[in-house]
């Protein structure tokens, strides 16, 4: 099961790239085609929203960029009986991952949330062990086991 998450995650992280890269290069044709035929107030403006939203194109490619990074660099492999980073807890029947933040996915029937390091819930749970209890912003959870 972790193996199927982890590289359900790395294939979303590395298609994610793929298409915004795409997209940055789709815009840049479109600039470059509208330069040679167009001028004037309304051609200034076109290329500056193109502009705007390359610039934001590039700024989501750069955090995915990192993402994949950070999430290449984990160890998954390694087991502990600890909570760690590129540990998989099962907890009140949900799974998390604890990598980088990533959308929720439902894989086989379950749920799965890939959580960053930094977010409160990972924090809560570093360190724990199965069996244990932690509670976050009123919610307790079980962990069942640590894969």
């Known amino acids: 099961m972790k193996q199927k998450i982890i590289h359900y995650y790395s294939n979303f992280i590395q298609t994610k ?9 789709d ?19 076109a290329l500056s929203m193109m502009h705007l939203e390359q610039e934001k194109l590039n700024q ?8 994949k990074s950070i999430f290449d660099s984990i160890d998954f492999e390694k087991f502990n009986t600890k909570v760690s ?4 807890v099962l907890a009140n029947d949900i799974y998390f991952l604890i990598s980088v933040s990533l959308p929720k996915v439902e894989i086989e ?12 819930l990972a924090q809560m749970l570093m360190g724990s ?15 069942q086991s640590i894969l």
């Open 17 to 25: 790239i793929d298409s915004l890269r795409q997209m940055i290069t």
């Open 60 to 67: 989501k490619l750069k955090e995915f960029l990192d993402a």
């Open 109 to 120: 029937g379950k749920t799965i949330f890939a959580v960053s390091p930094q977010a409160l």
């Open 27 to 45: 815009l840049t044709e479109d600039a470059k085609n509208d330069a040679k035929g167009s001028a004037g107030d309304k051609h200034e403006t």
């Open 129 to 143: 062990v199965s069996g244990d209890e932690i509670s976050v912003n009123n919610v307790s959870y079980k962990i």
């Open 85 to 88: 980073i590129g540990s998989l």
